[in-house]
């Protein structure tokens, strides 16, 4: 008796050695080839660009003057395709990389909840690290004996990250206090960048030389380098031993002396970290470094074994051109969106995109009061405090409070959300730290520190001029043409 056929064998036997097996590949409904998911309510956009916005970007678009160079060089003299060419160079290498978030975000969750900080904390990719102790310092008097008193203490090394250090009573101080801890065996270096520092002068040079301090500079520029001289660092960094971190809007140099009583002492802040969290912004450090000396920075000189010196859980944020996705940006878009009660925001130079207005002006809808304390009379870009007044306006017909700061150069940026979660850190509300520079910035949620921040955000107020909406429509024909002018640069201020 022959045994049953097997389907498969009978399949397989009578099938041809090279037989298309076409019926086994999958077959997708042609209406699903580009759409494999099932359709979302479309999200609500961010930002309404106006024309000016629009032309001026045009106006700028490095392919269009690339575009106009070819077809002059075709059709006219040579020299003026060479000019729009060189145009078109520029505007391709001083164009922001910039990705920003797009769509309106409508949280269930408010800035005093696990899922804000766990959101922060996956959005920017910084955890969140435990065991530290943070102190607020005002203004130069304050800041800089205690930095130097941590830095006279320095056993094994000690790192600065510094957008501005000058030639200057405070400068040679710094310096020597440098050189005179490398003489003692301990590790120095000095990143400074190449633009911001330019005038560090011979001095200190020497100074450094002769102490034995390793001194490297960010971004020098040479011709090489046109493609990448638009991208600074702007951190204002020092570490001592890996356990001990400065930052905030400070620089090392003379006009951050004093208490901010006149034109003469800038009002800024700077905040001191002790604990595992300064590990992020030796990591920021030790990564730049590397890229310009080719050095690897190791062992427990830079990095210790973590040891808790308080109870604090911080956030230290930092971020790079090199994402398009700006680190520091992204904390700011979720910090506003989730804003419940107040925004207090303190910042010398605030030049927000349509989005970020249009984040402010949905607070001010939902009943958040938000106030704005910015750079006054006294500021030292004229392109940045064109460009702020400029937008005014939309500001405050939003619902923003806007105010000056009178008695000198406000330089601190802070903010506070709700008394329950506060920053303080070195970016500039501007395109140029939310996508054109190195930023740091420290977020923690401590009730006391909290409210010492508030406490003197509403002392600054007391020395502040509220801008009224009816007044800034009413300024002279002058002020808006400078105002149009400084426009045309607004992306680099």
């Known amino acids: 008796m022959l045994p049953a056929s097997n389907p498969a064998t009978a399949i397989v036997a009578t099938s041809k050695p090279h037989e298309s097996r076409r019926w086994l590949k999958p077959r997708v409904p042609k209406e ?46 040579w020299y003026i395709a060479l000019v729009a060419g060189a145009l078109s160079f520029v505007f391709y290498n001083t164009s922001a990389d910039l990705h920003p978030a797009v769509y309106v975000l409508q949280p269930s969750f408010d800035a005093d909840s696990a899922d804000f900080r766990n959101t922060l904390a996956g959005m920017t990719g910084m955890p969140l690290v435990e ?35 000058l030639d200057g009573l405070v400068g040679r101080r710094f310096a020597e206090a440098f050189a005179e801890k490398a003489r003692e065996g301990v590790a120095v270096k000095v990143l400074v960048d190449a633009i911001g520092s330019s005038t560090l002068g011979e001095p200190i040079l020497r100074i450094l030389e002769a ?18 001289a638009n991208l600074r660092t702007h951190r204002k960094s020092l570490i001592v031993d890996g356990r001990i971190g400065y930052t905030g809007g400070a620089g090392l140099a003379d006009h951050w002396l004093g208490t901010a009583l006149d034109a003469s002492e800038w009002r800024d802040m700077e905040i001191r970290v002790a604990g595992p969290a300064v590990a992020v912004q030796q990591s920021g450090f030790a990564q730049n470094w590397l890229l310009f000396t080719g050095e690897v920075l190791s062992g427990p000189e830079f990095f210790p074994a973590p040891e808790h010196a308080g109870n604090l859980e911080v956030q230290t944020i930092l971020s790079s051109p090199s994402s398009g996705a700006n680190a520091v940006a992204t904390m ?34 939902r009943g958040v009061s938000v106030k704005l304390m910015v750079a006054g009379r006294h500021n030292d870009t004229w392109w940045a405090r064109q460009n702020s007044v400029r937008l005014y306006g939309r500001l405050l017909e939003a619902g ?36 054109l520079s190195e930023e740091t910035t420290v977020c923690f949620h401590d009730p006391a520190l909290v409210a010492q921040l508030e406490a003197t955000f509403q002392a600054d107020l007391k020395s502040c001029e509220k801008i009224d909406l009816d007044a800034w429509r009413k300024r002279g024909v002058w002020q808006r043409v400078k105002e149009i002018g400084a426009a045309s640069i607004e992306d680099q201020v």
């Open 211 to 228: 102490g034995g301090c390793q001194l490297a500079w960010f971004r020098p520029i040479h011709w090489y380098t046109l493609n990448r």
């Open 131 to 165: 065991g530290n102790q943070i102190t607020l310092y005002n203004n130069g008097d304050e800041f800089y004996p205690a930095m130097l008193q941590d830095i006279e203490a320095a056993e094994s090394s000690i790192t600065l990250e510094q957008f501005i250090f």
């Open 400 to 435: 923003v409070e806007i105010y000056e700061f009178q008695p000198t150069m406000l330089h601190q940026k802070t903010m506070v959300v709700d008394g329950v979660w506060a920053t303080v850190g070195t970016a500039n509300f501007d395109n140029r730290s939310f996508a």
């Open 32 to 77: 699903q080839l580009h759409r494999l998911a099932p359709p979302r309510p479309k999200p609500q956009r961010l930002g309404f660009i106006d024309y000016w916005d629009r032309a001026r970007r045009l106006t700028f678009a490095w392919w269009l003057w690339l575009a106009a160079a070819l077809v002059l060089y075709a059709l006219g003299p």
């Open 332 to 365: 700011h878009n979720i910090a506003i969106q989730c804003a419940r009660r107040y925004l207090h925001i303190a910042n010398p130079y605030f030049i927000p995109g349509a989005r970020l207005i249009d984040m402010l002006a949905r607070a001010c809808q």
